[in-house]
Nanobody, 125 residues
Framework: QVQLVDSGGGLVQSGGSLRLSCAAS????????LAWFRQTPGKEREFVGG????????YYADSVKGRFTISRDNAKNAAYLQIDSLKPEDTAIYYC??????????????????WGQGTQVTVSS
Protein backbone atom coordinates (compact mmCIF):
# COMPACT_ATOMS: atom_id res chain seq x y z
CA GLN A 1 0.00 0.00 0.00
CA VAL A 2 0.95 3.62 -0.49
CA GLN A 3 0.03 6.65 1.61
CA LEU A 4 0.11 10.02 -0.12
CA VAL A 5 0.34 13.54 1.30
CA ASP A 6 -0.14 16.56 -0.95
CA SER A 7 1.35 19.97 -0.24
CA GLY A 8 2.45 23.20 -1.88
CA GLY A 9 -0.84 24.86 -2.72
CA GLY A 10 -1.56 28.49 -2.04
CA LEU A 11 -2.79 31.80 -3.35
CA VAL A 12 -1.00 32.99 -6.48
CA GLN A 13 -1.53 35.80 -8.95
CA SER A 14 -2.45 35.01 -12.51
CA GLY A 15 0.69 34.29 -14.52
CA GLY A 16 2.58 32.98 -11.53
CA SER A 17 3.89 29.51 -10.79
CA LEU A 18 3.50 26.87 -8.13
CA ARG A 19 5.11 23.53 -7.42
CA LEU A 20 2.94 20.96 -5.75
CA SER A 21 4.47 18.01 -3.97
CA CYS A 22 3.22 14.53 -3.25
CA ALA A 23 5.09 12.68 -0.52
CA ALA A 24 4.58 8.95 -0.44
CA SER A 25 5.16 6.33 2.19
CA UNK A 26 4.90 2.64 1.81
CA UNK A 27 6.66 0.00 -0.15
CA UNK A 28 7.50 -0.15 -3.82
CA UNK A 29 6.71 3.48 -4.58
CA UNK A 30 8.72 3.29 -7.79
CA UNK A 31 6.37 0.68 -9.23
CA UNK A 32 3.22 2.83 -9.01
CA UNK A 33 1.81 5.03 -11.73
CA LEU A 34 1.26 8.51 -10.30
CA ALA A 35 -1.23 11.08 -11.46
CA TRP A 36 -2.58 14.48 -10.54
CA PHE A 37 -6.25 15.38 -10.56
CA ARG A 38 -8.09 18.56 -9.68
CA GLN A 39 -11.60 19.37 -8.56
CA THR A 40 -13.74 22.46 -8.19
CA PRO A 41 -17.04 22.65 -6.31
CA GLY A 42 -19.89 20.99 -8.16
CA LYS A 43 -17.66 19.41 -10.77
CA GLU A 44 -16.17 16.00 -11.29
CA ARG A 45 -12.58 15.37 -10.31
CA GLU A 46 -10.63 15.70 -13.54
CA PHE A 47 -7.39 14.18 -14.70
CA VAL A 48 -4.55 16.66 -15.13
CA GLY A 49 -1.64 14.39 -15.96
CA GLY A 50 0.26 11.26 -15.03
CA UNK A 51 3.74 9.77 -14.99
CA UNK A 52 4.68 6.17 -15.58
CA UNK A 53 6.43 4.01 -13.06
CA UNK A 54 9.31 2.96 -15.27
CA UNK A 55 10.41 5.31 -18.03
CA UNK A 56 9.14 8.54 -16.55
CA UNK A 57 6.87 8.98 -19.54
CA UNK A 58 4.24 11.63 -18.94
CA TYR A 59 0.78 12.25 -20.30
CA TYR A 60 -1.28 15.40 -19.88
CA ALA A 61 -4.80 16.56 -20.40
CA ASP A 62 -5.06 18.85 -23.42
CA SER A 63 -6.19 21.73 -21.24
CA VAL A 64 -2.87 21.88 -19.37
CA LYS A 65 -0.30 20.85 -21.96
CA GLY A 66 2.62 23.21 -22.10
CA ARG A 67 1.97 24.70 -18.65
CA PHE A 68 1.97 21.68 -16.32
CA THR A 69 4.95 19.40 -15.76
CA ILE A 70 4.89 16.23 -13.71
CA SER A 71 8.03 14.64 -12.36
CA ARG A 72 8.96 12.06 -9.75
CA ASP A 73 11.94 11.25 -7.59
CA ASN A 74 11.74 7.61 -6.62
CA ALA A 75 14.73 7.93 -4.31
CA LYS A 76 12.76 10.46 -2.26
CA ASN A 77 9.39 8.76 -2.67
CA ALA A 78 8.00 11.97 -4.09
CA ALA A 79 6.20 13.35 -7.10
CA TYR A 80 5.76 16.92 -8.21
CA LEU A 81 3.43 19.03 -10.29
CA GLN A 82 4.97 22.23 -11.62
CA ILE A 83 2.32 24.68 -12.76
CA ASP A 84 3.39 27.69 -14.81
CA SER A 85 1.45 30.59 -16.31
CA LEU A 86 -1.34 30.05 -13.82
CA LYS A 87 -4.84 31.12 -14.82
CA PRO A 88 -7.86 31.80 -12.64
CA GLU A 89 -9.51 28.70 -14.11
CA ASP A 90 -6.72 26.60 -12.58
CA THR A 91 -8.23 27.35 -9.17
CA ALA A 92 -9.09 23.97 -7.64
CA ILE A 93 -8.13 21.41 -5.07
CA TYR A 94 -5.31 19.31 -6.50
CA TYR A 95 -4.87 15.66 -5.59
CA CYS A 96 -2.12 13.20 -6.30
CA UNK A 97 -3.11 9.61 -6.86
CA UNK A 98 -1.44 6.25 -7.37
CA UNK A 99 -2.57 3.13 -9.10
CA UNK A 100 -1.57 -0.47 -9.29
CA UNK A 101 2.08 -1.42 -9.63
CA UNK A 102 3.42 -1.93 -13.13
CA UNK A 103 0.29 -0.53 -14.73
CA UNK A 104 -0.42 2.20 -17.28
CA UNK A 105 -1.43 5.83 -17.04
CA UNK A 106 -5.21 6.06 -17.20
CA UNK A 107 -7.35 9.17 -16.99
CA UNK A 108 -10.36 7.89 -15.07
CA UNK A 109 -10.32 8.56 -11.34
CA UNK A 110 -11.87 5.17 -10.60
CA UNK A 111 -8.65 3.55 -11.82
CA UNK A 112 -6.64 4.98 -8.94
CA UNK A 113 -6.37 3.18 -5.65
CA UNK A 114 -4.65 5.70 -3.40
CA TRP A 115 -5.21 9.42 -2.94
CA GLY A 116 -3.66 12.34 -1.17
CA GLN A 117 -5.80 14.63 0.94
CA GLY A 118 -5.62 17.46 -1.60
CA THR A 119 -4.05 20.89 -1.62
CA GLN A 120 -5.88 24.09 -2.53
CA VAL A 121 -4.62 26.24 -5.38
CA THR A 122 -6.23 29.66 -5.79
CA VAL A 123 -5.31 31.95 -8.65
CA SER A 124 -6.31 35.59 -8.45
CA SER A 125 -6.86 37.66 -11.57
Amino acid sequence: QVQLVDSGGGLVQSGGSLRLSCAASGRSFSTYVLAWFRQTPGKEREFVGGISWSSGRTYYADSVKGRFTISRDNAKNAAYLQIDSLKPEDTAIYYCAARSPYSSILTGKSNYDYWGQGTQVTVSS
